[in-house]
Each structure stands twice: as C-alpha cells, then as structure tokens.
C-alpha cells in the first residue's frame, strides 16, 4: 500500500480514451478476448450519457489516472432494493499492488452504505482469476455460491 491516498472521482467524457483502452486491455489479459475499439468506445459514452445505466470511477493521484471500476445495477424485489455491479475493473500495471482497487472499493462501499436503495455489492470473477479472488476477499467479500450463465446474441 502506497503512503499517499488516491483521489477518487466520477468519471467524465474526457476519461473515455483511457477507458475505452484499459477495457480492451482487461479483455485481452483476463479472458484473451479482443474487443472492437469503436463499440467499447460507445458503451462507455452510452453509459456516461445515461446514468441510469451505471457509472465509473477512477483512482488518480498526481493528475495520473491509475485504475477504474463501472457499477451496473440490479434490481432485487427480494430485498426491495438495489445490488451494485462492480464490473470493468483494472488498474494499469505500472500502479498494481498500490491500493488502487482497495480506494476504489472502499469509496464505493461508503456510497452504498449511505445509500438506503441499495442491498449490497456484487461482482464476478474469472475462475481462474486468483489473484483478483484474493483481492476481493482480503476486501471482506464472499464467494456468493452462484455459477454465471448466459446466452450472448451479439458481440
């Protein structure tokens, strides 16, 4: 852990480039996947347009922007509230094993605990990804027990 905090903050317009490249990146190392840059460029727009969609934050220190997280939401009539997404998660590999994802986490946790909506957080995870387990339970999260799956139509 550094000994200088993060500074934590929405995301805006001009992040996109660096977003729009970290997401493209995060795909091709977690899953080798290669993602077409002008529709993730969007998604990330179509987000920032409409905020009901989500939101981003970004960890920076020093006007050097250092790691990102989106938040999705999810509706939830068990619990008549609201499960935050973390998804889109990565910290660029110069600023990994600073606490970059810890300021992001914990600064979305406060949100959500100040927020009366919302019931908890969530995230997947790459099975494989231990790392990313070991961050996310050293954090203070459980494994949930639920196996992902789905049904692409596109992309």
């Given at each position: 852990m550094s000994d200088r905090a993060w500074?934590?903050?929405?995301?805006?317009?001009?992040d996109v480039p660096v977003l729009r490249d970290w997401a493209i990146a995060m795909a091709l190392e977690t899953e080798h996947k290669a993602l077409d840059p002008r529709t993730v460029d969007q998604?990330?727009?179509?987000?920032?347009?409409?905020?009901?969609?989500?939101?981003?934050?970004?960890?920076?220190?020093?006007?050097?922007?250092?790691?990102?997280l989106m938040l999705?939401?999810?509706?939830?009539?068990?619990?008549n509230g609201d499960w935050w997404w973390i998804q889109s998660v990565y910290?660029?590999?110069?600023?990994r094993r600073q606490g970059v994802y810890a300021?992001?986490?914990?600064?979305?946790?406060?949100?959500?605990k100040a927020d009366a909506t919302v019931c908890g957080l969530r995230l997947y995870v790459e099975r494989d990804?231990?790392?990313?387990q070991r961050t996310y339970e050293a954090l203070g999260m459980v494994d949930a027990?639920?196996?992902?799956?789905?049904?692409?139509?596109?992309?």
């Open positions: 500074t934590l903050r929405a995301a805006t317009v001009h998604g990330i727009r179509a987000v920032l347009d409409q905020p009901r969609r989500g939101a981003y934050f970004v960890a920076e220190r020093d006007g050097q922007v250092a790691g990102t999705t939401y999810e509706w939830s009539d068990w619990r910290v660029a590999p110069e600023h300021a992001l986490y914990a600064h979305v946790l406060a949100a959500a990804n231990a790392n990313a027990g639920y196996r992902m799956y789905e049904a692409a139509l596109r992309g």
